[in-house]
């Protein structure tokens, strides 16, 4: 686990599941404590660039990729290692998110 940073590997196992398959990650082959193994995936990681051109309307095909993806997986139910004992189910977006994303523009 990196503490540190908030990771706990079963949440990141039970996450990578997740987005496999809802078919916006990678599949995961194998996993064991300290090591994830997933598919391969072709391509290249996304840049800054790449992400600012998509917002600017100049990629309309990769902003509709990745907000269609996104809403996916915000709108699959959490797993049940992302539960905790709170009286309020939990989800994916904090109630208080928009307000998170005003702060950050």
Same mark, same amino acid.
């Given at each position: 686990?990196? %503490? #540190?940073?908030?990771? +706990? +590997?079963e949440k990141?196992?039970?996450?990578?599941?997740?987005?496999?398959? #809802?078919g916006?990650?990678?599949a995961?082959?194998?996993?064991?404590?300290?090591?994830?193994?997933?598919? #391969?995936?072709?391509g290249?990681?996304? @840049?800054?660039?790449?992400l600012?051109?998509?917002l600017a309307? %100049?990629?309309?095909?990769?902003?509709? @990729?990745? @907000?269609a993806?996104?809403r996916k #997986?915000?709108?699959?139910p959490?797993?049940?290692?992302? %539960?905790?004992d709170?009286?309020?189910?939990?989800?994916?977006s904090?109630?208080d998110?928009?307000?998170w994303?005003a702060f950050a523009?």
């Amino acid at each position: 686990d990196l %503490q #540190l940073y908030g990771i +706990r +590997r079963e949440k990141e196992i039970s996450a990578a599941r997740l987005a496999a398959n #809802l078919g916006v990650g990678p599949a995961v082959h194998h996993f064991e404590m300290g090591l994830l193994i997933s598919e #391969l995936v072709h391509g290249h990681a996304l @840049t800054d660039s790449d992400l600012r051109r998509a917002l600017a309307g %100049q990629d309309d095909s990769l902003l509709e @990729t990745l @907000t269609a993806a996104l809403r996916k #997986l915000h709108a699959a139910p959490l797993p049940p290692e992302f %539960q905790t004992d709170l009286e309020e189910p939990l989800s994916w977006s904090p109630r208080d998110l928009h307000r998170w994303l005003a702060f950050a523009r």
